[in-house]
């Protein structure tokens, strides 16, 4: 076995999978095994609540229409049918939800992911995913408006002109302008993700917005 190359590789490539299974798997497990995981309310932070506020303000009538408040039991709740909508349309087919530490990944999509990000109810099961037929969106929140998203799933090409997204009008009733309760959870979960972290001058523009309201 060890005579030809056909061998070599073999056990080679069993030795990287074990060393990756150890490496990204155990290793994190060990280190992180008392840290709690959140329920999904307590991941509704500052951020996700401002952009949960401006899907108020934006759409009113249809907000109003599906849910009663901006706070963060209607926000968990929105949270976990755009999640739910999300698995359930194989956004995850063509979307990963990590940002690896190789290829100058960090300079495309964000900072690398971090464990620690996933150990809350919204990530099981985690979409780590394998292909990018469209970007990684674990850093999406913020980086564009809520009315962007909209007009995107309504129909991706007004907006990205090459983009083989499908459109999803389902989300809607009748224009982009009128998400129903799936369209604008939609948008929540999107806007949700990476709203962890501080590098996204949206949700400071937001706040800012929504204070002098």
Same mark, same amino acid.
């Given at each position: 076995m060890f005579e030809s190359k056909a061998g070599i590789f073999g056990i080679a490539g069993l030795g990287f999978f074990a060393f990756a299974f150890i490496s990204n798997a155990l290793v994190p497990i060990w280190? =992180? @095994? +008392?840290?709690? +995981?959140q329920t999904v309310e307590e991941v509704v932070n500052a951020r996700v609540l401002s952009s949960f506020g401006d899907l108020k303000q934006r =759409?009113? +009538? %249809?907000?109003? @229409? =599906?849910?009663? /408040?901006? &706070?963060? &039991?209607?926000? /968990? $709740? /929105?949270?976990?049918?755009?999640? %739910?909508? =999300?698995?359930?349309?194989?956004?995850?087919?063509?979307?990963? %939800?990590?940002?690896?530490?190789? !290829?100058? $990944?960090s300079r495309r999509f964000g900072p690398v992911s971090e464990t620690w990000e996933y150990q809350n109810a919204l990530q099981r099961p985690v979409m780590f995913g394998t292909r990018r037929v469209g970007p990684d969106l674990s850093r999406e929140g913020g980086r564009r408006g809520s009315d962007w998203h909209a007009v995107?799933?309504? +129909?991706? @090409?007004?907006?990205?002109?090459? !983009?083989?997204?499908?459109?999803?009008?389902?989300?809607?009733?009748?224009?982009?302008d009128k998400p129903n309760k799936r369209g604008l959870a939609m948008i929540i979960y999107i806007q949700w993700l990476g709203s962890w972290l501080d590098e996204y001058p949206y949700y400071e523009q937001l706040e800012a917005d929504q204070e002098e309201l």
């Open positions: 280190m =992180y @095994k +008392e840290l709690p +995981e =759409y009113p +009538e %249809q907000f109003d @229409k =599906y849910f009663d /408040a901006v &706070d963060v &039991d209607n926000c /968990a $709740e /929105a949270l976990r049918l755009g999640r %739910q909508v =999300y698995i359930g349309e194989g956004c995850w087919h063509c979307h990963s %939800q990590f940002v690896r530490p190789v !290829s100058n $990944e995107h799933f309504f +129909e991706p @090409k007004i907006v990205s002109t090459d !983009s083989p997204m499908p459109s999803y009008p389902w989300f809607f009733e009748g224009s982009p």
